[in-house]
């Protein structure tokens, strides 16, 4: 495809290049959650939460097709578990890799599959959902949220990070 002015939409960045450049914005890392229909809590590691209003407050996650996104969809629920530093473990073990000794488990608070000692718990109820590629956009309508104090945990150049950075200015609001 061409526009007037030449652009060329038929240029893509190649898969490795477009991968660094996304690493280069630093996300939180969070765990979605939910409950399967044999009643189990289960969960992927996911830093693709975005927040989409505050007033009503709507938030959105892009899931692969997967047994969560099977869940998230079957049970028409979802929550977003925010990590802090502490939960280093459980953003390994939820992204499908292997942690040394138990590996930690989300819990069934009242049918939202929710991480223990999260910073930040946002249950969702889907609002819409839009299938892109092999991702699927979950649109979600907070049904509740609460939040603690804590390190957050952060992914930046493919590393996880501890720590909220060296403040250089306040938006007070
Ligand atoms: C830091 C990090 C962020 C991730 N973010 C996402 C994401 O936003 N969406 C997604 O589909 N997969 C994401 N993944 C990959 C999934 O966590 C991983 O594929 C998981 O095993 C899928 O679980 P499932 O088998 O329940 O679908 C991420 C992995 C890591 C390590």
């Known amino acids: 495809?061409?526009?007037?002015?030449?652009?060329?939409?038929?240029?893509?960045p190649d898969a490795t290049g477009f991968r660094k450049a996304a690493a280069r914005f630093t996300t939180g890392v969070t765990v979605v959650g939910a409950i399967n229909e044999d009643g189990r809590p289960i969960g992927m590691t996911a830093n693709s939460f975005v927040t989409v209003?505050?007033?009503?407050?709507?938030?959105?996650?892009?899931?692969?097709?997967?047994?969560?996104?099977?869940?998230?969809?079957?049970?028409?629920?979802?929550?977003?578990?925010?990590?802090?530093?502490a939960s280093l473990d459980a953003s390994w073990h939820f992204s499908g890799k292997q942690v040394a000794g138990n590996p930690p488990a989300l819990h069934n608070e009242s049918d939202f599959a929710v991480l223990p000692g999260a910073l930040a718990v946002f249950a969702?109820?889907?609002?819409?959902?839009?299938?892109?590629?092999?991702?699927?956009?979950?649109?979600?309508?907070?049904?509740?949220?609460?939040?603690?104090?804590?390190?957050?945990?952060?992914?930046?150049?493919?590393?996880?990070c501890s720590g909220p950075g060296t403040p250089i200015r306040n938006l007070a609001y």
């Not at 049970?75 to 990590?83: D, E, M, P």
């Not at 889907?126 to 949220?145: F, K, M």
């Not at 609460?146 to 957050?152: D, K, L, M, N, V």
């Open 1 to 12: 495809m061409q526009f007037s002015d030449n652009r060329d939409l038929t240029h893509r």
């Open 124 to 160: 969702c109820d889907v609002l819409r959902s839009v299938e892109v590629a092999d991702h699927r956009l979950l649109i979600g309508q907070v049904r509740w949220c609460r939040h603690e104090e804590g390190e957050p945990l952060a992914f930046f150049g493919s590393e996880f």
């Open 53 to 85: 209003s505050l007033t009503p407050p709507i938030v959105l996650i892009s899931l692969k097709h997967g047994r969560t996104l099977s869940a998230v969809e079957a049970s028409g629920r979802y929550c977003v578990s925010v990590l802090g530093a």
